[in-house]
C-alpha cells in the first residue's frame, strides 16, 4: 500500500506542474482619459494560450467607458474622476488572472 500512496502523491504533485498557467499581464498601468475625449486603450497579456478573453471582475469604469472582451477600453469620458477596477483576462486553456488597475479621467 505504501507503494501505491506514494505513487499517487507523486503523480498529483507533478500534475500542477504540467498545467502551470504563465499568464501574465504586460500592461502596468492604463493612461489617463480627458472628459469628451474618445478613449481607446488595450490592456495586454502574454504567456498565455490565444485567445483573451477581458472583463471586469470588480469595481467599474468611469461614466461613458466600457471594456470590451478583447481588453480595449472604449467610449468617451463623461466625467473627471478616478476608479479602481479588477480587471480577469482567461486565456483559451482556461488560465486566468487578476489584477487590479487605476482609471484616471482628467477635466
Known amino acids: 500500500m505504501k ?3 506514494f505513487l499517487a502523491i507523486l503523480l498529483l504533485a507533478a500534475a500542477p506542474l504540467s498545467a502551470q498557467c504563465l499568464l501574465t499581464y504586460q500592461t502596468e498601468a492604463i493612461n489617463a482619459f480627458t472628459v469628451g475625449e474618445p478613449a481607446n486603450f488595450q490592456i495586454e497579456a502574454v504567456s498565455g494560450t490565444e485567445p483573451y478573453h477581458f472583463n471586469i471582475y470588480e469595481g467599474e469604469l468611469p461614466a ?3 471594456l470590451t472582451g478583447s481588453g480595449k477600453i472604449v467610449g ?3 466625467a473627471e474622476g478616478e476608479s479602481v477596477v479588477l480587471v ?3 486565456d483559451a486553456a482556461g488560465c486566468s488572472l487578476t489584477q487590479a488597475f487605476i482609471v484616471v479621467v482628467n477635466p
Open 64 to 66: 461613458g467607458l466600457h
Open 3 to 5: 507503494h501505491v500512496s
Open 88 to 90: 480577469t483576462v482567461t
Open 76 to 78: 468617451v469620458p463623461k
